[in-house]
């Protein structure tokens, strides 16, 4: 089976920008979590979608947002975007919503905001 | 507000030696742990996990051990392999709950040859 893919690996953009990635899970998986990885912070929980519902969100502003089409494929946006919003975003799949199934991650969208 | 802490970024063990790497964690609802290995440009790939009903689960080289009332678990690596070079980063998180993890800011584990 292909793995998660995530597009595109690295982007740069300015302050107030607006961004959209893209994370399409292993075939068959219907749960996608959204990660942001930063170099004080280590991984933390974007949001979870399963079924094209959101799940479960983290701790962060309404302006990172999300969505999960009927093939389960993700995007996620982030809108006026600021310099701490530099990171590796990482999208995670998996066949069901629990921890207790693993969750395989994508190689991550490494984002620059200049 | 860290649940999960991993206070030694870094650690270098000489290969065939075990490699310890610690984690603590503050919720106590957390019932449910992982750890996760990333290589450089790849995401982190699932390593061992260890529900709160046992202390210890082994899956060949990889060994976790879970101390509750310390809040406090380890990975033990035996013996380590320079392929073993990575990040290790634990997780925490409530079955029961949502399906998110809490990560630690991870600790680079170099093994020399």
């Known amino acids: 089976k292909a793995g998660v893919t995530q597009t595109p690996r690295y982007l740069i953009k300015t302050r107030g920008q607006q961004v959209t990635l893209s994370c399409s899970p292993i075939s068959g998986h219907r749960s996608v979590s959204w990660y942001q990885q930063t170099p004080g912070q280590g991984l933390q929980f974007l949001f979870e979608y399963f079924s094209e519902t959101q799940r479960n969100k983290g701790n962060f502003p309404g302006r990172f947002s999300g969505r999960q089409f009927s093939n389960s494929r993700s995007e996620m946006n982030v809108s006026t975007l600021e310099l701490g919003d530099s990171a590796l975003y990482l999208c995670a799949s998996s066949p069901r919503t629990s921890v207790q199934e693993t969750q395989y991650f994508g190689p991550g969208t490494r984002l620059l905001v200049l | 507000d860290q649940k999960v802490k991993q206070n030694s970024p870094s650690l270098s063990v000489q290969e065939g030696r075990i490699s310890i790497l610690n984690c603590d964690y503050t919720n106590s609802m957390f019932d449910y742990f992982l750890w996760y290995k990333k290589y450089p440009a790849e995401g982190p790939t699932f390593l061992i996990s260890?529900?709160?009903?046992?202390d210890k689960n082994e899956d060949g080289r990889f060994t976790v051990f879970l101390n509750k009332s310390a809040k406090h678990l380890s990975l033990h690596i035996v013996p380590s392999q320079p392929g073993d070079s990575a990040v290790y980063f634990c997780?925490?998180?409530?079955?029961?709950?949502?399906?998110?993890?809490?990560f630690g800011t991870g600790t680079r584990l170099t093994v020399i040859p």
């Open positions: 260890i529900s709160s009903i046992k």
């Open positions: 997780a925490g998180t409530v079955v029961t709950g949502a399906n998110n993890l809490f």
